[in-house]
């Protein structure tokens, strides 16, 4: 019987519904049938690949000292887990709960979380997905520290009551055994100590526990006998100082009472040998104390706090909030504490602070401290320690100091921990790059590394890295908010930077003045990178800025000792608005030698009296001045990316210049394109000339019925980006409500106003964000609360869509002017009489417009650089709903042409090497047969997506992506041989559409849009691989390929190794003789129901987790399921029989030994009579 398959049935019923809604191109239609589409619904599946980044909000951090990993918690309930390089893993509560504490079950391959809604859980780390086995809710108890032994299955958890429950982990269940608050303490204490802060064993002894709680009493607890041994309180004395709590002592019937003050304490560290242990107080003390003398502390030291001298006690200092206490076999032990500092150190920075002996090292940290970890040789609590580093965890970042080397230098951190650096502001994902790209960057990148870290290698070293199949390049591109690109290997799942360019250096620092007219522009980061276009064949980047500024770079691998920076500045302007001024265009002043002798195009005209020098007005309105100030001294440009071109956008009579939307470059035509809401600038980088600067309404021609009406230009007014600047003033709005041939002013509408107020309260509420941010965020939310407003036409011709240019079909359409949204280098026919192929732009707007801009290129070689290129306008190709976001172009098989580029050489080489290098333009280009369309234009905007045949222009499928979101992102990327079109939407969806009939492929309602960021960082790249940012601080990587989703575990790293645990101390003859050594318990007899009995029901409710037998068993089902519940079987079974050998053996060997006992025993009496024994 042949296999039924449900998605085959739904490929059929899209290609009907799509095929029917392109009927009416009956001649395009047939030309198509030849087309063979190979992706179909089963190469889709969307799932999450790998997280990278720092933790965003940790909040708690544990290591495993056999495995040699790390966990880190964080405040949304999320967990990673980090090994060697390129081994690390992610995890998430389902509640979201913050994480307090990380303990784990050293070398078992298991971890306890213990979270905020008061609930412990059990991760299973022996498998590549970490998985819950079980949780516990506790519901009448607040949870506040939790303690695991080594080698010990019993978990101590603290409350807020000042309880202490056993949990058995293995099992998860609460023991009957419970040391009570009130047992604990003195009977005389009449006040409640407060949560239990601490819980310890004795190192030498398993049956004292020492319990600290957040008054400052400590108790050391004897667990067989259920009572308090001894009780430890820092008297502090009268005085009643900040942060002491008061607690009232005296008689059992309360007659007679006096008052003893005792510091708070926060932590407890213990001496291996188990005789003292070491508190920190809130005044920034240290006590340490004798187990067998209570009445007082042995040593008290305030680390940081000045000694008077006359004897007083020093003053107080900040709390102590942690300290370790490390001992060394051949020195002094070590005591690492964090806080403490003295108060009249205001703005100091959070230090780590380290004795040794009689040396205290103070160690800065960049940003406050979180925890930190004292990593040492041995997991025994009871042995010597020997420590050999510290983890610190920040607030946003991991450091590790390394304590065997003078002078305690840092580990150089290989994980991917600096992506939050600066605040990332754009993303892009290039996947099956040139196989030569990241040795390259690789090489120049490896000489910015930084000098002094330890020359140890990295200690956290546990795990394996995972057998993947796939292994085609892969680099992620970060632009940063400080200006600076960071270049990253992303291949086989990992990521480890490979070269960081900064941007910045190329303009001078802003003084204080200049700060105040960027500022117009941008709030906070003038350098900020908007966009970024790169070509890996050619190695050609481009990148736009915050202040309007566009730099282009070379590639070279040879360094530039001095070299000045080429400039070439803009002026660019929208025609329209400027009624009362009809200025014939925009200006380009270029103060680059290189472009002197460049003939000027008809669109760079200016009127002679305008002055080609920045210049103010005698209104004080500025004019041809960037917001940038260029170095005006020689620039050394290191190995690596270097400054070919620097293009500035200029202010015009007191306006300040739109930020940059789009932008691309292609090598093999040597030229820039950009464009913002003004209009579009092409620039020839190669003689350093401005061909053409147009408005977007001049790109229609004046017969087209999408041509734009002149509009009101009171938007003209309006500063960077698409809305209006929150430091114009309330005032600011009125303004652009006036009429430029009257002096009156006109109200404005409620609407605008109820709109002017919700930008501004955004905007209010990001300042800590640069204004693209916020102008962006009240963009979405604008176009997402109008979307259920818009009324399309459904007209089906795509020639009957027309409607004003000054009316829009959403709120956003009416707040704005038309902007340049996208670009396409490509060689199609410009219009459609042509015939033959020729290179041209096409270009998108945000009102659905595609236009075609053709260019006409010189020869190759010297006359490249001597004649002008040319540049003309050829009208309108299409036109869709909503903003147009991604263009390209398929040949008549269905295959996607790429824009053309030159390959790579280096610009600082020997000129006849260049010549090797530089591929050469074809002199001619294939033409179109008899007329026939011979290509497919890929259009896709926010609403919908078209293929128009070329050179007719005729549609030939549409699809509407979606009537109440808005598409953020569409690429056209190539799939298991093939391409599609995939989209994330702001609702959430991520959809693929196959090319060319647009059937829908994927839809999965995977993420909403719930921040800016996500917006802005989103992007596909080739082979089904997506990422986005979904944190400040972290990076997700995605797939959307079935493929890559069923070789998943292969690729993913193993966290858990089988490790042979050290063994234990050696205890000594005379240790073990008299008793000395450490002293084991039977926890399973007391603590057991057998002994303890039950606990009560209503106290936590046991839930297992989908990790553990019962929920593999409920959850999943088929193939996979049972071989990963084989998988398990088999190592759980592999495991006994370990322990079943070594067992074995040792009861061979203790036969034996029983053996030779005897035999001597019987040859010893043999011979003897009884009377002789």
């Known amino acids: 019987m042949k296999k039924f398959n449900i998605r085959k049935v739904l490929d059929g019923l899209t290609a009907v519904s799509s095929s029917s809604s392109a009927a009416a191109q009956t001649g395009a239609s047939k030309e198509n049938e030849a087309v063979q589409e190979n992706l179909q619904s089963e190469h889709f599946q969307l799932c999450k690949t790998v997280r990278h980044g720092f933790p965003h909000q940790p909040s708690s951090m544990a290591f495993d000292p056999v495995q040699k990993i790390l966990a880190i918690g964080t405040l949304t309930g999320a967990l990673r887990l980090f090994g060697r390089a390129g081994v690390e893993c992610y995890c998430q509560h389902e509640s979201a709960a913050a994480v307090i504490q990380l303990q784990f079950l050293i070398n078992e391959g298991a971890l306890v979380s213990a979270l905020a809604d008061d609930s412990v859980h059990l991760w299973n780390l022996r498998q590549k997905i970490p998985a819950i086995l079980h949780s516990l809710k506790f519901n009448r108890e607040r949870i506040t520290y939790c303690h695991l032994p080594f080698q010990s299955k019993w978990l101590y958890i603290g409350t807020e009551r000042g309880n202490i429950h056993i949990v058995n982990v293995e099992s998860f269940t609460l023991s009957g055994y419970v040391i009570m608050w009130n047992k604990a303490i003195e009977l005389s204490t009449k006040t409640h100590p407060g949560p239990v802060v601490h819980i310890s064993d004795n190192p030498m002894d398993e049956g004292k526990l020492l319990i600290g709680f957040e008054c400052g009493?400590?108790?050391?607890?004897?667990?067989k006998s259920k009572k308090a041994d001894y009780r430890y309180n820092y008297d502090e004395g009268l005085l009643l100082q900040e942060g002491i709590q008061e607690v009232k002592e005296g008689s059992k019937d309360g007659t007679f009472c006096r008052s003893r003050r005792?510091?708070?304490?926060?932590?407890?560290?213990?001496?291996?040998?188990?005789?003292?242990?070491?508190?920190?107080?809130?005044?920034?003390?240290?006590?340490?104390?004798?187990?067998?003398?209570?009445?007082?502390?042995?040593?008290i030291i305030t680390p940081h706090g000045k000694q008077p001298k006359d004897g007083k006690k020093p003053e107080p200092c900040k709390p102590i909030l942690k300290v370790e206490y490390k001992t060394t076999r051949a020195g002094d032990p070590f005591m690492v504490l964090s806080g403490g500092l003295s108060y009249d150190t205001v703005g100091r920075r959070a230090c780590l602070t380290v004795m040794h002996g009689k040396s205290t090292a103070v160690l800065e940290m960049d940003f406050p401290i979180v925890d930190f970890l004292t990593l040492c040789e041995t997991p025994y609590p009871n042995d010597f320690q020997e420590p050999y580093?510290?983890?610190?965890?920040?607030?946003?970042?991991?450091?590790?100091?390394?304590?065997?080397?003078?002078?305690?230098?840092?580990?150089?951190?290989?994980?991917?921990?600096?992506i939050h650096e600066s605040p990332v502001t754009c993303c892009e994902y290039f996947a099956d790059c040139p196989a030569e790209l990241i040795p390259a960057l690789y090489s120049v990148g490896s000489r910015q590394k930084r000098q002094g870290f330890s020359k140890k290698e990295w200690p956290i070293s546990g795990g394996n890295w995972g057998q993947g199949t796939q292994s085609y390049p892969e680099i992620i591109i970060t632009g940063h908010a400080d200006g600076s690109i960071k270049f990253w290997d992303a291949s086989a799942l990992m990521l480890q930077v490979l070269y960081k360019l900064k941007t910045a250096k190329v303009f001078e620092r802003a003084r204080a003045k200049e700060e105040r007219a960027i500022a117009d522009i941008v709030e906070e980061d003038p350098f900020a990178i908007q966009t970024l276009c790169?070509?890996?064949?050619?190695?050609?980047?481009?990148?736009?800025?915050?202040?309007?500024?566009?730099i282009v770079y070379r590639f070279s691998k040879q360094e530039v000792s001095a070299a000045d920076v080429q400039l070439l500045e803009v002026r660019l302007q929208c025609q329209l608005s400027d009624v009362d001024s009809p200025d014939p265009g925009g200006e380009q002043t270029p103060t680059s030698p290189a472009s002197a002798g460049a003939p000027p195009s008809p669109q760079e005209t200016e009127p002679a009296a305008q002055p080609s020098a920045g210049s103010n007005s005698s209104d004080g309105s500025r004019d041809n001045i960037p917001c940038l100030q260029v170095r005006g001294s020689a620039l050394k440009q290191s190995p690596g990316y270097q400054v070919e071109l620097v293009i500035q956008l200029v202010w015009v009579s007191g306006e300040p210049p739109q930020q940059i939307t789009s932008l691309a470059i292609n090598s093999s035509y040597g030229l820039v394109v950009l464009g913002n809401s003004n209009g579009l600038a092409v620039v020839d980088y190669l003689q350093k000339t401005l061909l053409l600067n147009l408005g977007t309404s001049e790109l229609y021609s004046p017969s087209e019925p999408y041509q734009r009406q002149p509009r009101s230009p009171r938007k003209a007014r309006q500063p960077s980006g698409v809305l209006c600047d929150s430091n114009d003033g309330p005032n600011a709005s009125e303004e652009r409500c006036k009429?430029?041939?009257?002096?009156?002013?006109?109200?404005?509408?409620?609407?605008?106003?109820?709109?002017?107020?919700f930008i501004e309260k955004?905007?209010?509420?990001?300042?800590?964000?640069?204004?693209?941010?916020?102008?962006?965020?009240?963009?979405?939310?604008?176009?997402?609360?109008?979307?259920?407003?818009?009324?399309?036409?459904?007209?089906?011709?795509?020639?009957s869509f027309s409607r004003s240019r000054s009316s829009s079909v959403t709120s956003i359409d009416r707040e704005s002017r038309e902007s340049v949204s996208s670009f396409c280098f490509c060689e199609t026919f410009p219009r459609k009489c042509d015939s033959l192929l020729s290179p041209c732009v096409l270009v998108g707007t945000t009102q659905g417009g595609v236009m075609m801009v053709a260019v006409s290129l010189p020869?190759?070689?010297?006359?490249?650089?001597?004649?002008?290129?040319?540049?003309?306008?050829?009208?309108?190709?299409?036109?869709?709903?909503?903003?147009?976001l991604t263009m390209a172009l398929l040949d008549a098989a269905g295959g996607l042409l790429p824009s053309s580029h030159e390959p790579w050489y280096d610009p600082n080489a020997a000129d006849d090497e260049k010549e090797k290098c530089r591929r050469r333009r074809p002199s001619s280009l294939p033409s179109s047969q008899d007329g026939q369309d011979s290509q497919l234009a890929i259009l896709c905007s926010e609403k919908q997506a078209k293929v128009v045949a070329m050179p007719s222009q005729t549609r030939v499928y549409k699809h509407n992506i979606t009537e109440s979101s808005f598409v953020l992102r569409a690429d056209v990327v190539q799939m298991a041989g093939a391409n599609c079109i995939a989209c994330f939407c702001a609702n959430g969806h991520i959809m693929t559409l196959s090319l060319p009939s647009l059937r829908p492929l994927l839809d999965v309602n995977y993420l909403p849009l719930t921040d800016m960021r996500i917006a802005r960082t989103f992007c596909f790249s080739n082979l089904g691989q997506a990422l986005y940012l979904t944190s400040p601080t972290e990076v997700q990587r995605i797939t959307y390929s079935q493929d890559t989703c069923d070789n998943l575990q292969e690729m993913l790293s193993e966290l858990f190794t089988p490790v042979e645990t050290p063994e234990a101390p050696n205890r000594g003859f005379f240790k073990g003789l008299f008793g000395g050594g450490a002293q084991s318990l039977d926890r399973e007899d007391l603590f057991g129901e057998t002994s303890a009995g039950k606990a009560s029901r209503s106290l936590a409710q046991h839930i297992p987790g989908p990790g553990s037998m019962e929920g593999m068993k409920g959850a999943a089902s088929g193939v996979v399921g049972d071989l990963a519940r084989a998988r398990i079987a088999l190592d759980e079974r592999g495991q006994k029989l370990g322990e079943l050998e070594e067992r074995t053996a040792a009861m061979m060997a203790s036969a034996e030994s029983f053996?030779?006992?005897?035999?001597?025993?019987?040859?010893?009496?043999?011979?003897?009579?009884?009377?002789?024994?």
């Open 217 to 223: 009493v400590v108790v050391l607890w004897d667990l």
């Open 262 to 299: 005792f510091l708070a304490i926060h932590s407890v560290a213990w001496h291996h040998e188990g005789k003292q242990f070491v508190c920190s107080h809130s005044d920034g003390t240290l006590t340490t104390w004798n187990i067998r003398a209570p009445a007082k502390p042995a040593q």
């Open 389 to 418: 580093a510290v983890v610190v965890l920040l607030e946003r970042d991991l450091v590790l100091i390394d304590l065997g080397q003078i002078g305690y230098p840092i580990f150089e951190n290989p994980y991917p921990l600096t």
């Open 534 to 550: 790169w070509c890996p064949e050619s190695r050609m980047l481009c990148v736009a800025g915050a202040s309007a500024h566009v």
């Open 739 to 757: 009429s430029p041939t009257s002096g009156s002013t006109s109200p404005c509408n409620s609407d605008e106003d109820r709109k002017a107020k």
């Open 762 to 799: 955004v905007k209010y509420k990001s300042r800590r964000f640069s204004k693209t941010i916020a102008n962006d965020f009240a963009r979405m939310s604008r176009k997402i609360s109008s979307s259920n407003e818009q009324k399309p036409n459904t007209d089906p011709k795509d020639n």
């Open 859 to 884: 020869p190759s070689g010297d006359q490249r650089l001597l004649q002008p290129v040319g540049i003309s306008s050829c009208g309108t190709v299409a036109r869709l709903k909503g903003g147009i």
């Open 1155 to 1173: 053996s030779k006992h005897a035999h001597d025993m019987m040859v010893k009496y043999k011979d003897k009579k009884w009377y002789q024994l």
